[in-house]
């Protein structure tokens, strides 16, 4: 006789990842979401321009198009930079010892650089203040004589200069010449062309994308902590509390997302990312406190509820621990479509100004820049890039969260 092996029973968690899976373009989305957290983590690590806000630009070559190569001399800054350890470079990137300019063509006649930028316009400068930093401010310690020039003095092929700390240093005009060939002549390739001033145009997307889901996320967090605390409250005690909890949801629903970040500007005395984290944050909340509200309303009636309050729980330790995980889904749904929300609205605020600040690129501010030459031919990459990744990534939140609805749908749990 034959032994027949019952299956296991599986848990509701199997069911929902099983619907989720079957799932294709919830998964793409997901796969799309994934892959932007890896490049907002990574940040400057994979950017081509690892500086500041990559603002390692010139903004003669400003507004070029895919693939545009050019050749730049890079001028000494004049002060020292430290060098950041890994996780700084990743969270702030690394800041330059030079200041690039765009050329076309450069000659070196003895200690004299002659060069022409990309409009053709001819510069002299030395040698030595473009390979090397000096010392800034007086000093006596290199005597008067012939030659002089700053803090170096030249004799022949001979040279000598006081470095940053003031100690004399020597050098030739050999060893000078093979480090500006080393170091200061480079040629960049532009994979997305350049921005109108002239920064990376992959660079700054990449760093659009950090900018943009962390506002996402940080608007989410406040708009749940918000959300789920008052329409708690409202759901689970009624009467005159769900009333004023709902008053304060319908005025705050009424005040357009825009005149909600004027307000908190004009209290903070101040705009700028944070100001949009807060703003996106308080505008969202509204959505998440209606559906915990709805759900509680219907859940407290519910009999182990009841057998709850009996055994003497309190009305915290009920919602926390027998109400809201009931409802864990749908408020990962709505986050979700929370979180595309927010991506949406700091690309608006930011186009109309009101967001995210220069220098710092976020994909918003790219298409205002953009909307400016509008309709100019060779231009059109400054809009393209920039629409298609917020197109991409709202619609990657909207696919995950259509695919969380119907994988978190009981009607569909068992199938």
């Known amino acids: 006789m034959a032994i027949i092996e019952k299956e296991a029973p599986k848990n509701l968690s199997y069911y929902i990842k099983r619907r989720f899976i ?19 983590i990574l940040g400057y690590l994979i950017m081509p321009d690892q500086t500041p806000d990559a603002n390692d630009g010139d903004i003669s070559i400003g507004k070029k198009k895919e693939g545009f190569t050019t050749q730049f001399i890079k001028f000494h800054r004049q002060v020292e930079v430290s060098q950041n350890n890994f996780l700084v470079k990743m969270l702030v990137g690394q800041d330059t010892e030079y200041e690039i300019k765009a050329i076309s063509k450069y000659i070196v006649n003895g200690y004299d650089v002659e060069y022409h930028d990309s409009k053709n316009n001819k510069y002299h400068k030395h040698l ?6 000096l010392f800034v401010g007086k000093s006596n310690k290199l005597p008067e004589k012939e030659g002089f020039t700053g ?4 004799n022949g092929e001979e040279i000598t200069y006081l470095d940053p700390q003031e100690n004399v240093q020597k050098t030739t005009r050999e060893a000078l010449l093979k480090e500006f060939n080393e170091k200061n002549i480079e040629t960049r390739t532009y994979a997305l062309g350049t921005e109108t001033a ?4 992959l660079s700054c997307l990449i760093l659009g994308t950090r900018i943009s889901l962390g506002i996402g996320f940080v608007s989410v967090i406040i708009s749940l902590i918000i959300g789920l605390t008052l329409g708690s409250i409202a759901g689970y005690f009624g009467g005159w509390v769900d009333n004023l909890v709902m008053w304060v949801m319908t005025v705050v629903w009424s005040i357009p997302n825009i005149m909600l970040v004027i307000t908190i500007s004009v209290a903070l005395q101040s705009r700028g990312i944070w100001v949009v984290f807060v703003a996106v944050g308080l505008t969202t909340w509204v959505e998440i406190a209606r559906v915990v509200r ?6 407290r009636q519910k009999q182990f509820v009841e057998a709850a309050r009996a055994m003497g729980v309190g009305h915290y330790g009920i919602i926390k621990r027998h109400i809201l995980p009931n409802i864990l889904g749908q408020i990962i749904v709505v986050a979700s479509a929370n979180f595309a929300s927010a991506i949406l609205t700091e690309a608006g605020l930011s186009f109309l100004g009101l967001g ?4 710092t690129p976020s994909w918003g501010m790219m298409i205002r820049e953009g909307y400016k030459h509008i309709g100019i031919a060779g231009n059109n990459h400054l809009l393209l890039y920039p629409s298609v990744c917020i197109s991409v990534m709202v619609l990657a939140f909207n696919l995950l969260g ?3 609805r119907d994988a978190y749908d009981p009607k569909t749990l068992v199938k």
């Not at 803090?151 to 030249?154: C, E, L, P, S």
């Not at 002239?198 to 145009?201: A, L, V």
């Not at 709805?294 to 859940?299: H, K």
Request: aromatic share 4%; glycine share 8%; net charge positive.
């Open 22 to 40: 079957q799932n294709k373009p919830a998964v793409v989305g997901l796969c799309i979401i994934v892959f932007a957290i890896l490049v907002a």
């Open 128 to 133: 030595l203040p473009i390979v090397k930093p």
């Open 151 to 154: 803090n170096f003095r030249v």
């Open 198 to 201: 002239g920064r990376d145009m």
């Open 294 to 299: 709805g759900q509680i309303m219907e859940i």
């Open 356 to 359: 995210v600040e220069v220098p």
């Open 402 to 404: 259509n695919g969380l």
